[in-house]
């Protein structure tokens, strides 16, 4: 054993393609058969035996294994290094007052978000937009900034606080309190959030990845325009039985696209336009159409999508592991060796590819043949 190795398992999810979870990191690694079969021997050489072929100094693979032992080493090394823990600030000893407030309404429930200045509503507000309410409050939230940290209370408690440069974190966070009131939920019920927007057509449900940029909420919008209920845009959380959730923000339509929306849907061009950086320009929040509110899906169809004039219409099946590997940096999983297992069956029992398009109607055709 290369040294006292907290709890891991592995699985096999596709063809000469396996992944393995260590709970000390909460990493997953994904690799071939060969390399699965030599990790496992170097944490426990006497469960996990190697064929005594892959060890005959005669054998050409043998030089090529000896020159990977430092690097397995290495790797098993960073594996089972205890996840970083969050370390709580000292709570503000004297709270700002609030300045503004606003309240959102979804699923029967309202929440009240107090700010202490207008520039924090801001970074929450106009997504939200569509789901603004009067009616008396659920939870009060509280959002105040000092000393350039941004600090978040859930009904008097201190949630945490995030730097001006983790603003993503901060509304990562957010997101999933919102998200876990809405549907009566604990952090511990969620195995997964994924960077992607998951859409339902008739009891069939997709999730859509891929880089920012790629065209993942311009194609959502397509979507949306054609009989599909946007279920999550852009944060998709799962729970253990393999169920995606609603969250109830509206598509960031970049300005880019502003013109094939204004075609899809005839209220958009109403809509406020916000800035939200030098590299992101001009948005507006396009809001849920649904002709039916999906709270919760099965989604076992994942297309990790990029559009490009110069591009090819075409969906392929793709390796698991070669998909996981661009999925697995913007995803959030669980360290709960239950959340763990929940999250590799999603794995197995889902099917993953690459979508490349150029042209609307073709990837809509496509997309309604895979389900």
């Not at 859509?208 to 919008?221: A, E, H, I, Q, R």
Request: charged fraction near 25%.
């Amino acid at each position: 054993m290369t040294k006292d190795f907290s709890l891991f398992f592995s699985e096999k999810i596709d063809v000469d393609t396996n992944i393995i979870w260590f709970e000390r990191s909460n990493k997953y690694i994904i690799v071939n058969d060969l390399l699965h079969n030599l990790i496992l021997n170097k944490i426990d050489h006497k469960k996990y035996p190697l064929n005594e072929l892959l060890l005959d100094n005669n054998e050409p693979n043998s030089v090529n294994l000896k020159t990977i032992n430092k690097e397995i080493d290495a790797l098993l090394e960073e594996c089972n290094k205890e996840e970083p823990s969050t370390v709580q600030e000292q709570i503000l000893s004297e709270k700002k007052q609030s300045s503004c407030y606003s309240k959102f309404k979804f699923n029967k429930k309202v929440v009240k978000i107090e700010y202490s200045d207008e520039n924090l509503r801001n970074l929450i507000d106009p997504k939200f937009q569509h789901l603004k309410s009067q009616d008396k409050e659920d939870i009060i939230f509280k959002v105040q900034e000092k000393n350039k940290r941004i600090y978040l209370f859930k009904e008097e408690k201190y949630i945490g606080s995030w730097g001006t440069d983790e603003m993503h974190e901060f509304q990562g966070k957010v997101s999933m309190e919102l998200t876990s009131f809405f549907h009566n939920m604990q952090d511990s019920d969620w195995t997964a959030v994924f960077h992607g927007s998951t859409l339902s057509k008739e009891n069939n449900c997709l999730m859509l990845t891929g880089d920012s940029g790629n065209g993942k909420s311009s194609l959502s919008t397509i979507l949306m325009a054609n009989n599909f209920s946007l279920v999550a845009d852009d944060f998709s959380p799962m729970n253990k039985q393999g169920f995606h959730y609603n969250f109830p923000s509206a598509i960031s339509v970049k300005e880019g696209f502003y013109k094939v929306a204004d075609n899809l849907f005839t209220s958009f061009s109403k809509l406020n336009e916000y800035y939200i950086s030098d590299i992101k320009g001009n948005v507006k929040y396009l809001p849920q159409n649904n002709n039916r509110l999906i709270l919760n899906s099965k989604c076992n169809r994942i297309l990790n999508v990029k559009f490009g004039g110069d591009l090819k219409n075409e969906i392929r099946v793709v390796n698991k592991g070669k998909a996981l590997e661009k999925i697995l940096p913007d995803a959030w999983i669980s360290k709960d060796i239950e959340h763990a297992r929940s999250f590799i069956s999603w794995v197995n029992s889902s099917i993953f590819y690459d979508l490349t398009f150029n042209d609307n109607e073709k990837v809509l055709k496509m997309i309604n043949e895979i389900l």
